[in-house]
């Protein structure tokens, strides 16, 4: 097992591991480590704990220091910074006429170089972009083109069930959702009830997939017959939270049908014994997907 101290960049963004050192760390507390991109001021989210080796990627870099109040006023300065930078890039980017949306930016700590995050519908020539704004920033310039998911990510908003993107605020890295997730949960197939801000299915179909995916495999399927303590019937609904499944029982001689709820434990029927195949997915729905 190997030691490590977890950290941030951005608020809700992706953990990265650091070797501990000498210090004891407290979460919240900032601390200045080296990055591929030079020294950088990051955010404590995990004090201590202890990882298998082999989910680390390469060996771990030490953390540097525990910020210092120095420190502190240099990350707040650059954070003041932020507003203006993208005030002055946008109004550039109307003056050279170019199609790209500006997102977000940052300065590195040490403030040798500004990055600036767009979103476009094609490649776009930036190069007299970044030589003007290189001569008024006096440092290096960096643009990056991001997908639809890292732009949400990056600008927040409030998802459908009325809450903050999770992408925003508790999703540090997105996982692969597809439509068969969706299926699992019960969920109605309508595009509108099951994407995000960013136009793709909702990251948090991935949440409780685990669950639903093992509850499938214990419930029959709708339309499936089964039997119950009242005799034979087809299943019209299940409830795989409260693991229940609704049947409809029809008595032929006074020709009449009732429905009743049962625990699934309570009924018999035949699993399936072949896997579910994939289903190709609906046209509507293609444009959801990743």
Same mark, same amino acid.
């Given at each position: ?159 459908? =069930? %009325? *809450?903050?993107? /999770? !992408?925003?605020?508790?999703?540090? $890295? ?5 439509? +068969? ?16 801000? =960013? %136009? *793709?299915?909702? /990251? !948090?179909?991935?949440?409780?997939? $685990? ?5 499938? +495999? ?35 001689? +006074? ?36």
């Amino acid at each position: 097992m190997a030691k490590i101290t977890g950290v941030t960049f951005k608020d809700g963004g992706k953990v990265y591991y650091f070797a501990p050192g000498k210090e004891r760390y407290k979460e919240g507390m900032g601390v200045i480590v080296e990055t591929a991109r030079g020294v950088e001021y990051a955010t404590v989210v995990i004090p201590f704990a202890e990882v298998p080796e082999e989910k680390l990627v390469s060996p771990l870099k030490p953390i540097m220091r525990i910020a210092t109040p120095k420190d502190r006023e240099t990350h707040r300065k650059n954070l003041e910074k932020k507003d203006g930078a993208l005030k002055i890039v946008a109004e550039k980017i109307e003056k050279h006429g170019l199609e790209m949306k500006l997102i977000d930016c940052e300065f590195t700590f040490d403030g040798a170089k500004a990055i600036f995050y767009y979103s476009a519908p094609q490649r776009v020539d930036f190069r007299e972009l970044v030589k003007e704004l290189s001569q008024v920033f006096k440092m290096r310039i960096e643009l990056r083109q991001v997908g639809i998911r890292d732009e949400i990510k990056m600008i927040g908003g409030l998802a459908p =069930c %009325g *809450r903050e993107c /999770c !992408c925003a605020s508790c999703v540090p $890295d997105f996982k692969k959702v597809s439509i +068969k997730m969706a299926k699992n949960q019960g969920l109605s197939l309508n595009p509108g009830k099951i994407s995000g801000l =960013c %136009g *793709r299915l909702m /990251c !948090c179909l991935a949440f409780e997939n $685990d669950y639903y995916a093992d509850a499938c +495999k214990k419930m029959p399927k709708i339309g499936a017959e089964v039997t119950t303590p009242e005799g034979k019937g087809t299943v019209v609904n299940v409830n795989m939270l409260k693991m229940e499944v609704r049947v409809r029982i029809d008595d032929r001689e +006074k020709d009449i049908f009732t429905y009743h709820d049962y625990p699934v434990g309570a009924i018999k029927f035949k699993p399936s014994a072949k896997p579910e195949k994939e289903e190709e997915v609906p046209a509507d729905l293609k444009d959801i997907l990743d």
